[in-house]
């Protein structure tokens, strides 16, 4: 099993362009989650596709509690020729930059100035990547020369304290390194959120492989809660 499925939208996480498989999927009326095996010091990208587009969707992408993109799939119906399925492997830096997505090894210490880290919410977060989908009523499409908004959290290395929720080997992600990318031309969409909350979220827990094995995660199952 390579992804998740909700109805007719399908997601799932790709390093170095293959997909990587899922193992103990636990399903919600809004959610669905599963283990996947992660690679250090190897690129990565969050992936969905919805065949039908039966109205359009607002994806945000959260990595380790970050938000690190949203972006816009337009309906078919007055949108015919624009894509089916987006990938998302990077962050923008500026118009003319960017930095892709990279498991890396986490490191835990005892110093005790970290004990912040024991049980927070950014502790809690971490080795998990969300893809939330908000259904959106739209006003207007604007094809535009992107403008970049600098981010005002990055994903770096985070030291967790010993005695933190995430112990031993684990994997965090982190920002590759800076290269130049031509500024795109994009949809600029003014809509709004036609609900309060996701009408799904897809959540991947990432691990290094050894870990998940430990967990007995890696014999395929698939869970109603």
Known sequence: MLMLQAGDYKSWISIEGKPRPVFRVETTLKSMSCWI????????????????????????VEIDGVTCDD?????????????????????????CTRRDFMFSTGQVTDDDTYLDTIDTPSGAHIGTIKLHLWALSVITVLPQTLQHQRCTRLLEGQLMHERSNI??????????????????????????????????????????????KSFSVLHTSLIWT
Do not use: C
């Open 37 to 60: 095996p992660s690679e250090s010091n190897k690129r990565f990208s969050v992936n969905w596709h919805n065949k039908k587009r039966e109205f359009p969707v607002q994806a945000t």
């Open 167 to 212: 112990t031993g080997e684990h994997h965090i992600v982190r920002f590759g390194d800076e290269y130049a990318s031509p500024t795109p031309t994009v949809d600029v969409v003014h809509a709004y959120k036609t609900e309060d909350e996701p009408f799904m979220t897809f959540i991947f827990k990432y691990r290094p492989i050894g870990i998940t």
């Open 71 to 95: 972006h816009i799939m337009l309906d078919a119906k007055n949108y015919p020729d624009r894509p089916h399925g987006i990938g998302v492997s990077y962050t923008r830096t500026s118009d």
